[in-house]
């Protein structure tokens, strides 16, 4: 419940009235739904944004008109807001607003009648093998940092895991007899992922040399630590991966989902079943898997365009 420890800490973004109507309606959607952290913080983001507006006119979110609504959303697009994100907050406002209707706060959702950005679903950005090898070899493993960011990057790819599920991945959940590790995904559902030797040699290396060099005597269930001896954030992880993918003289566009749409797709592209990968991925619903049929259809028609003599 860790949004929630964020919540109480945080100073209000909003009207400590317009706050206890946000937290009200996260503390049920935690109870209904399970969702995670990261979620729940960005329901939390886009609520105080549109707050925020509604005190500078004079309103409140429970105040507010469709009108308001749509000057808002349009504001946000002026000012460069991409489709994708005014997607999601249209989403969050609808459920705040629907949640308010059904605990009889409001009679009518002033986000009812208002239509969510069409997105079209491109292709995950995926690296080749070759630039896979060169991310893994980027860190210095004479290091401390240098040997618990190898075997950082191996278990990401090995297992395809989130960026948020490797720096929260506790030392219990890694089974290295067995070489697996037990991942605790979004909605709170858990899923066994095999790791492959190899991420079990760099994981078994970097217990066994840097960890405790590290953590100096402290205690943390976190596998991964930083100098500190606490758990490393999701954002001084991909700064890490920015750096060594700089390194590694990689050229494509790169996010933190990378490494794991690359493993997607090369289990693919090296036979792997679908319903096998929506396993290992996480995934509630085999169409968010079968998005990477479409990434290994079109490596194979370049590599026929390219190779073939009639291509």
Avoid at 199 to 209: G, R
Wanted: net charge positive; glycine share 8%.
């Amino acid at each position: 419940m860790k949004w929630r420890i964020h919540a109480m800490t945080d100073k209000p973004q909003v009207g400590e009235s317009q706050q206890a109507v946000i937290e009200a309606f996260l503390d049920a959607l935690w109870m209904e739904r399970g969702l995670s952290d990261n979620t729940l913080v960005a329901y939390r983001t886009d609520l105080q944004g549109l707050g925020r507006c509604l005190a500078q006119r004079g309103s409140t979110l429970l105040d507010a008109t469709r009108e308001e609504l749509l000057s808002y959303l349009a504001q946000r697009v002026n000012n460069g807001a991409r489709a994708r994100s005014t997607a999601r907050l249209v989403s969050s406002l609808r459920r705040f607003y629907q949640y308010q209707v059904r605990e009889g706060r409001l009679q009518a959702d002033p986000s009812a009648r208002i239509e969510t950005p069409k997105l079209g679903r491109g292709l995950p950005k995926a690296l080749t093998e070759h630039d896979v090898e060169a991310l893994l070899n980027a860190p210095a493993v004479a290091t401390p940092l240098g040997l618990r960011d190898r075997a950082m990057l191996e278990v990401l790819y090995a297992c395809g895991l989130r960026v948020s599920e490797l720096v929260g991945l506790p030392v219990s959940q890694v089974n290295l007899r067995q070489g697996v590790v037990r991942v605790l995904g979004k909605g709170a559902k858990e899923r066994l992922v095999p790791m492959g030797e190899v991420a079990v040699e760099w994981i078994e290396s970097y217990l066994a040399h840097s960890r405790a060099e590290l953590i100096k005597g402290q205690q943390s269930d976190a596998l991964f630590v930083t100098q500190r001896g606490a758990g490393m954030t999701r954002q001084a992880f991909w700064q890490l991966v920015k750096r060594y993918a700089r390194q590694a003289d990689i050229k494509v566009d790169f996010s933190p989902h990378t490494l794991r749409h690359s493993f997607a797709t090369h289990l693919l592209n090296h036979g792997a079943d679908l319903r096998a990968l929506q396993m290992l991925l996480g995934h509630s619903n085999l169409s968010t898997t079968q998005l990477y049929t479409q990434v290994a259809r079109e490596r194979l028609k370049s590599v026929h365009a390219a190779h073939h003599p009639r291509g």
